[in-house]
């Protein structure tokens, strides 16, 4: 019995061995359903959902290129040594400036579209206009305005009331208009996306309707008041 314990508490050399070779069996096994589970989820989505998905990824991939393009021009500009401190202010502004879009506190035009959401009173929960929303920032949506009032900003929240659907305490009535900046067909294929705002609000739960228009530009005017926080502090 003792010799056993033994044997067990100090594995030979091949028992070692093969207890790495078990391991990287069981590794190999685990990375192989994982890319199993992974390719059934992409195999399962129709061909135009993979196609537009594609062109959301290739358009991203795009805008960050050209982004680092425009930060690998600003830091020549600035190591040239020539106009540094013009570069630098006109750096600095632009940044302002695209902050206080960000933020909510200057407005904006550019290319977007227009959805009109209509539907049966009490219909338009509070899940499915965060869903909305969270559907036009994954397509690439800049600025998002609703009912030419609410500017959404990282702080929004929206929730239901006796009253209705409130966004940042505000009311808001049917029909909905949500108006978005940004490339206009992804926002409008993100929203049309199997699954979607357009299936959501088209469904039979919901008996509602979209409508949906790509415009060369779109004007955002109305401003969020930014808050002075509570309990947050410079670090």
Known sequence: ?????????????SQLAWAVALCLVGLA??????TIQAGDRYA???????????????????????????????????????DADEVARAEAQRRADGLAILAGTAPAVGPGVRITISAPEGRIT????????????????????????????????????????????????LPIVIEAIGDSHSL???????????????????????????????NIFSLHQPRAPRYAEPA
């Open 29 to 34: 096994v685990v990375v192989q359903v994982q």
């Open 126 to 173: 509070a899940d499915l206009m965060l869903d909305a929303i969270q559907e036009l920032r994954d397509a690439g949506a800049e600025v998002i305005e609703v009912n030419d009032s609410v500017r959404l900003v990282a702080q929004s929240w929206v929730t239901e009331s006796p009253q209705g659907l409130l966004i940042d305490d505000q009311l808001i009535t």
């Open 188 to 218: 409008a294929e993100g929203a049309r996306f199997r699954g979607g705002l357009v299936s959501q609000v088209e469904s039979q739960k919901v008996g509602g309707s979209t409508a949906i228009e790509e415009l060369d530009q779109v």
């Open 44 to 82: 399962s989505m129709r061909r135009d959902d993979l196609v537009q998905l594609l062109d959301g990824l290739t358009e991203e991939s795009e805008r960050l290129a050209a982004e680092v393009a425009e930060l690998e021009r600003t830091r020549d500009a600035l190591q040239s040594g020539v």
């Open 1 to 13: 019995m003792r010799e056993t314990l033994l044997r067990l508490l100090r594995p030979s050399r």
